[in-house]
């Protein structure tokens, strides 16, 4: 079975992956993030069935893997079995060949990728994968935009966080609403933390597996101890469910920033059941050009301020990947573009 965890990431989405890597039967690793990363540059490989370009797409993809800022314990990439398992030459068989073999090293029958930017890849991924399950997790945006603002990662301005928040919900939706409940399950951030039990309960019906109680002590984990380790971002991992972890954004938001968040994503708000605070339907600010400029100003400086106090061990771990990506980059085409590739 293959699981796709999708959605925005600071919905909680590392807490409900370790608590699926405590079921003997599935493995959810912390994601490289290879469609994220490499479906962009696909086409620079060119024909993908010469032999040489595909070798250095396989290549490529072991190497964002092996260079992870939490490692795959126990999981050794050897190039030539990738490529023998991939029934294409296309980074979407890579993709499955990686990741069945990171489940064959944990002794599971089935694996869960966590890139939450899968979203944006469901066409491909319905067109490669014989009926995957999909496990749509989703948090108050507000609440999303506060856990950005705080972390290295992603925008800081609530304008673009709401803009971003509100596409990947929709996106969501609309393929909820055409997959269907046998293979799409929706869970929010706020009943994984106020009813855990539960909501496992649900899901692991959903993924026809008996629950497992070891998944609540989730924390506790050799897993959960190596992400935060690698990181400030995934510190809160190896705590028990924090019940409390809600409407944080009532008392680190100010009522500017909620307001400019319910104008550009209220209609989502409503659709996922949260309460707007101050912005009624029907009465969101319509941002002017010099607005959305004054936005964009202070969103980058937010982002260099943010880059400025975070660990610089935690950007080394980070830069590794990013590095890899420019190599790719200043490669350059290899020979004429062939759309083969991204399939």
């Not at 024909?47 to 260079?67: A, H, M």
């Not at 933390?193 to 609540?216: D, H, Q, V, W, Y």
């Not at 400025?308 to 085409?333: F, H, N, P, S």
Request: hydrophobic letters at 40%.
């Amino acid at each position: 079975m293959n699981i796709f965890m999708i959605g925005t990431q600071r919905s909680g989405s590392n807490l409900l992956r370790l608590m699926l890597n405590e079921l003997p039967r599935i493995a959810a690793p912390h994601p490289p993030h290879i469609l994220q990363r490499v479906m962009p540059l696909a086409p620079n490989y060119g024909d993908l069935d010469k032999s040489e370009n595909f070798s250095q797409l396989v290549e490529d993809v072991c190497r964002l893997v092996e260079l992870n800022p939490v490692s795959w314990e126990g999981v050794t990439l050897k190039r030539r079995d990738v490529r023998m398992r991939c029934r294409r030459h296309t980074l979407m068989a890579v993709y499955e060949a990686v990741y069945d073999t990171m489940a064959e090293a944990w002794n599971a029958g089935s694996w869960c990728c966590k890139s939450m930017s899968n979203i944006q890849y469901l066409p491909q991924i319905e067109a490669h994968f014989h009926s995957p399950r999909y496990i749509y997790l989703y948090r108050d945006g507000r609440d999303v935009a506060v856990s950005f603002r705080k972390a290295v990662v992603g925008e800081k301005h609530f304008y673009h966080i709401a803009r971003e928040w509100a596409a990947t919900q929709q996106l969501a939706l609309a393929m909820r609403e055409r997959i269907g409940p046998d293979r799409f399950f929706s869970i929010s951030y706020e009943s994984l933390t106020s009813a855990p039990e539960p909501s496992m309960r649900r899901l692991c019906k959903f993924l026809g597996i008996r629950f497992n109680p070891s998944m609540l002590e989730f924390y506790k984990s050799d897993e959960a101890q190596r992400a935060a380790e690698s990181s400030g971002l995934w510190g809160n991992v190896v705590k028990p469910i924090m019940t409390d972890n809600t409407r944080k954004f009532l008392r680190d938001a100010s009522e500017n920033d909620i307001r400019i968040f319910e104008s550009v994503a209220g209609d989502l708000l409503d659709a996922l059941n949260y309460e707007r605070m101050y912005v009624p339907r029907g009465g969101e600010t319509i941002f002017r050009e010099e607005d959305i400029q004054r936005f964009d100003t202070e969103n980058l400086r937010l982002k260099e301020q943010m880059l400025d106090r975070t660990d610089a061990a935690d950007l080394k771990r980070r830069d590794r990947q990013a590095i890899l990506i420019q190599e790719i980059r200043a490669r350059g085409q290899m020979a004429p573009p062939d759309m083969r590739a991204i399939a």
